[in-house]
């Protein structure tokens, strides 16, 4: 066998990197530019800081950390989703029992 064995999943090339990159300071600047501007309301302000960040963790899942969301990247996909799932659900649980523990101390 060789030592450059290479497994199935594709590890991208530099053009996808440099392309992921690109995206992701684009994705950056954009809040960073309406915040220090001060040119939106604090709704319009929200409103695209959010959709900005929706879109970047799209573009880092699939140029840095290559999920494919096509057929043949189906098992890593729902993979990710089941962590993420699990993931909110520790946090937002254990946040909700800290508060309600917090009520109970007070009364």
Same mark, same amino acid.
């Not at 929200?46 to 900005?52: C, D, G, L, S």
């Not at 840095?64 to 089941?82: A, P, R, V």
């Not at 659900?89 to 109970?104: D, H, K, Q, T």
């Given at each position: ?26 994705? $950056? ?7 220090? $501007? ?28 290559? +999920?494919?969301? $096509? ?9 990710? /989703?089941? $962590?993420? /799932?699990? /993931?909110?659900?520790?946090?937002? +649980? ?14």
């Amino acid at each position: 066998m060789s030592q450059h064995d290479h497994d199935a999943h594709s590890h991208g090339s530099v053009s996808s990197y440099v392309v992921g990159f690109v995206l992701s300071v684009i994705l $950056t600047v954009i809040p960073f530019w309406a915040v220090m $501007t001060s040119a939106f309301d604090r709704a319009t302000l929200f409103a695209i800081i959010v959709v900005t960040a929706v879109v970047q963790i799209v573009v880092h899942l699939k140029y840095f950390l290559h +999920l494919n969301f $096509t057929k043949e990247g189906k098992i890593d996909t729902l993979s990710f /989703i089941f $962590t993420a /799932i699990v /993931i909110v659900m520790v946090v937002a +649980l254990s946040v909700w029992i800290i508060y309600e523990s917090v009520l109970m101390m007070m009364y």
